[in-house]
Nanobody
Framework: QVQLVESGGGLVQPGGSLRLSCAASRSISTFNVMGWYRQAPGKERELVAHITRGGTTNYADSVKGRFTISTDNAKNTVYLQMNSLKPEDTAVYHC???????????WGKGTLVVVSS
């Protein structure tokens, strides 16, 4: 069973930074795409950023220029560097991996980010 485990969430003041990590239980090269999604209270889950196996990145308009997604293949980890955080970034952030094999889609349980003064 593939596991994705997020970490790095917490409480941060507006304008602050956090780095989220997503550790995969197998090589991230076995995924076509890895991404970060978020779900705020009372809202639907939305894409924040994703990165393809070839390194192409895509960001939601609301986070462009503030967030950066990256990978460390040696550590089987995907990161989300979040800068200039705003209260509207408050959400549970989930890691997602779209497997190259069998069309399987995997999700982590999420890590909570709260941006508040």
């Amino acid at each position: 069973q593939v596991q994705l485990v997020e970490s790095g969430g917490g409480l941060v003041q507006p304008g602050g930074s956090l780095r989220l990590s997503c550790a995969a239980s197998r090589s991230i090269s076995t995924f076509n795409v890895m991404g970060w999604y978020r779900q705020a209270p009372g809202k639907e889950r939305e894409l924040v950023a994703h990165i393809t196996r070839g390194g192409t990145t895509n960001y939601a308009d609301s986070v462009k220029g503030r967030f950066t997604i990256s990978t460390d293949n040696a550590k089987n980890t995907v990161y989300l560097q979040m800068n200039s955080l705003k209260p509207e970034d408050t959400a549970v952030y989930h890691c997602n991996g779209a497997s190259r094999y069998g069309g399987m889609d995997y999700w982590g349980k999420g890590t909570l980010v709260v941006v508040s003064s």
